[in-house]
């Protein structure tokens, strides 16, 4: 149990474009989902949190307006890239929160973009 | 702010060896302390999630122990196999809040 998917694993897109990415939750339902970014060599740096059916909360020196998210069901949660840039490229996984007291948090496989 | 360290950025060592993985935290305020295993280019798997009230957690050949008062955790693997090949991070989760802060990993070559 506790599967999280991502959609795409891989994806190159130009510069200037937009990219979305999508999270799953395969077996449970999850209420908040996070977002984080992985430079290489480097650790997980969280983005924001998204929530179903509100607005998601972006961590200090996260352009909301450049990384939109819409978590608009219980297993669904997307990452749209918008105008994307080279900087932009990087490892990004999501993770879903089990609904137990734990907190504990289930991961993607993470999504490899890579703007050109 | 929580910080977390992890020490050393590298290890390499021979099959059988026996592995000891340090993760250090600032902050002891922590409601849990949790274990991921990375494979490159891969997500986080989880090996090991402990309480804050809890001293050690075992699965299978490993082993992970918590003093929250001195802010630190200790991945123990036992006779590596190359298999165990990866990068392994900790991450903690504060009382007051769901985020994880995350260290920044410890990369494991075991040699066959």
């Known amino acids: 149990g506790a599967v999280v998917s991502q959609h795409p694993s891989w994806v190159i897109c130009k510069s200037g474009t937009s990219v979305k990415i999508e999270c799953r939750s395969l077996d449970f339902q999850a209420t908040t989902m996070f977002w984080y970014r992985q430079f290489p060599k480097q650790s997980l740096m969280l983005m924001a949190t998204?929530?179903?059916?509100?607005?998601?909360?972006?961590e200090q020196g996260v352009e909301k307006d450049k990384f939109l998210i819409n978590h608009a069901s219980l297993t669904l949660s997307t990452l749209t890239v918008t105008s994307a840039h080279p900087e932009d490229s990087s490892f990004y996984i999501c993770s879903a929160r089990v609904p137990s007291g734990r907190w504990e948090q289930y991961f993607g496989p993470g999504t490899r973009l890579t703007v050109t | 702010k929580q910080e977390v360290t992890q020490i050393p950025a590298a290890l390499s060592v021979p099959e059988g060896e026996n592995l000891v993985l340090n993760c250090s935290f600032t902050d002891s305020a922590i409601y849990n302390l949790q274990w991921f295993r990375q494979d490159p280019g891969k997500g986080l798997t989880s090996l090991l999630l402990?309480?804050?009230?809890?001293r050690e957690q075992t699965s299978g050949r490993l082993n992970a122990s918590l003093d929250k008062s001195s802010g630190r955790s200790t991945l123990y693997i036992a006779a590596s196999q190359p298999g165990d090949s990866a990068t392994y991070l900790c991450a903690v989760r504060p009382t007051n809040d769901y985020k994880l802060s995350f260290g920044a990993g410890t990369t494991v070559t075991v040699r066959a």
């Open positions: 402990i309480q804050s009230s809890q």
């Open positions: 998204s929530n179903e059916g509100s607005k998601a909360t972006y």
